[in-house]
């Protein structure tokens, strides 16, 4: 066995006793992505995301990354839940947990995938003298152009990287080296990226997209994407989404639900990831003090909403779907010393019951 094959099988080894997947090695090369990336930005599909724009640049260099970087090591994490007998719909109290994005309920993956990730890839490479960062969202990089690079996978009419048959519920993460290595050989001209049709005829994504934010395939409009309302976005939603968060309330995952290729996706194989996020009511989210949200969502990836930002989606979220409680928490939303929590309030007010 040559020494190329002989660590892309160490880090295969090291990521997957460890829960991941390793997508492959890589290199830097992104210039084409990055031109997709600029042109995307240039058209305002990144909303109000303006940490996007504002280091544009050094996502087109991962040199300014890194200084030196050589190669890049993809790996990813599967979340897709196991499947679970159907939830107590008609509870009275309205529970908040399936209505939240599968990769929120977690422990943060940022914080596993850099410790976790680091160790995977010191495990594999030991003596190696060669500097490395592991990103996870954390740096200017676009991880899913470097994993569809690596052609183990693609990139879907969803934006989501499509790992063929393992699916999109993962999570990526991307390990920047300077030290040189062999890229990892594509798996077939039909699952690489070069293959820009993967998908086939294929539109569930877009079709299901409740509000049209896949409207153009391989483009995502943030501007129309529950994801980007619901976690980015810190003022008020626009009432024109709020009926779809009766299904999703923090985070979307419909784009993926419907995507064949996550009928025989890979699970989480880490049950000591999981968090119980979804044992309180929509109305103790709505109304929930800074004790109980550290309690329930600290250490989870729902902290970038902010407490307020997870009860602003919760008021809707009970407005639609006419949960019980909803008056007394109008009422004291009302007085709420948060301006958006105000507002939320004044706007369902305004508005015929749902
Ligand atoms: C900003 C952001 C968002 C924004 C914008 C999403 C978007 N589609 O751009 C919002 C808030 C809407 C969002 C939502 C979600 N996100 Co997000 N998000 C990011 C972030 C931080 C940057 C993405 C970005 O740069 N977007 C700009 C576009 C232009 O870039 P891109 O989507 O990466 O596409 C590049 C390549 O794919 C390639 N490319 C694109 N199209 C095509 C087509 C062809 C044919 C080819 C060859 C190449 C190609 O070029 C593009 C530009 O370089 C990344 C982390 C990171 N640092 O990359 C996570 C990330 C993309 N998000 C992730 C997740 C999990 C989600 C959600 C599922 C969360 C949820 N359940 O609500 C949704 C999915 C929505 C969707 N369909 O994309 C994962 C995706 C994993 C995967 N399997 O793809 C990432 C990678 C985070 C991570 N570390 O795992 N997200």
Known sequence: MDDTVQI????RESF???????????DLNVAEDHLRFMNWLEAGNHAGMDFLSRNSEIRGDLQRILPGAKSAVVFALPYAPAPSPPTTENRSEMPCGPRIAKYARLRDYHKVMWQEGD????????DRSAEHRVCVDSAPVLERALAAKVGSGFIGKNTCFIAGKQGSFLLLGVVL??????????????KSRSNANACGGCR??????PTGALDRAWTLDSRRCLSYWTIENRGTIPEEFWPWLGKYWYGCDICQDVCPYNRTGEKLKRNDLQRPVERLSLQEVATMDQNLYEQTFGGT???????????RNAMIAMFVTSSPGLESVLE????DEDPVIQETARQILRRPSS
């Not at 990836?301 to 009860?311: E, I, P, S, V, W």
């Open 301 to 311: 990836a729902m902290t970038r909403a902010k407490r307020n930002g997870l009860r």
């Open 332 to 335: 004291k939303a009302l007085q």
């Open 16 to 26: 997957g006793s460890r829960g991941f997947l390793f997508i492959g090695v890589t």
């Open 119 to 126: 160790a995977a890839f010191a495990a594999a490479l030991p």
């Open 204 to 209: 569930r994504c877009q079709t299901h997209c």
């Open 8 to 11: 892309h099988n160490r880090l």
């Open 177 to 190: 080296t300077t030290f040189e290595m062999p890229a990892t050989k594509p798996l077939s001209e039909e």
